[in-house]
């Protein structure tokens, strides 16, 4: 059996490297559209179907661990949901696909404010959540709003979110990393005492 820090540090792991691919094709795609837009965003799209199952098992490994291991449960879904949707948008008619983004959008809101919710007493934090969550709000907002948008655009504005999506996992990665770093050696400085089960 693995431990929480354990866990909670493959996590940051998978942040960090999930946000770098993410962030590197989507400007990739942004950059040169023309060029490789659809092959970076079928790139994305396996990154964050392969980087969301590893976050599912990350979940069901911290589930008796963590009281809001949900929240990481979500996340990988998310990832997961996102990940197919890149790769079977050239499939999907753009109505269908609209309304798969927005809903995606408002799920990844709620996950991002729930996340906010959980860490409250960090304010920094928990503003940027809110802020994030707001964000996939008004994004839902406008891909129902405007739904006469080409594929290409479609697909150019899912690079760009993944480029801000992956900037995003990437600085919280780190976070995640410092803060566990953190409560280790205050942990064994002696100025945390051990949880009991």
Known sequence: MTSMNTELGRLSQTLVWRGLAMLAFGLAAVVWPEQILILAMLAVGIVATVFGLYE???AFAIRRHAPRWWLVLGHGVASL?????SVGAPGVSLR????????????????SYGAAVALWPIRGVRLALITWALFDVALAILAVAYPAATIFALLFFGAVY??????????????????????????????????RP
Do not use: D, N, P
């Open 56 to 58: 599912i098992s990350i």
């Open 81 to 85: 949901a996102f990940g197919g949707l």
């Open 96 to 111: 269908v696909a609209l309304i798969v983004i927005a809903t995606w959008f408002v799920v990844y809101a709620g996950i």
């Open 162 to 195: 993944a480029a801000v999506f992956g900037a995003w996992q990437f600085a919280a990665g780190l976070w995640l990393r410092r803060t566990l770093r953190v409560h280790q050696s205050a942990f064994h400085e002696g100025r945390l005492s051990a949880a």
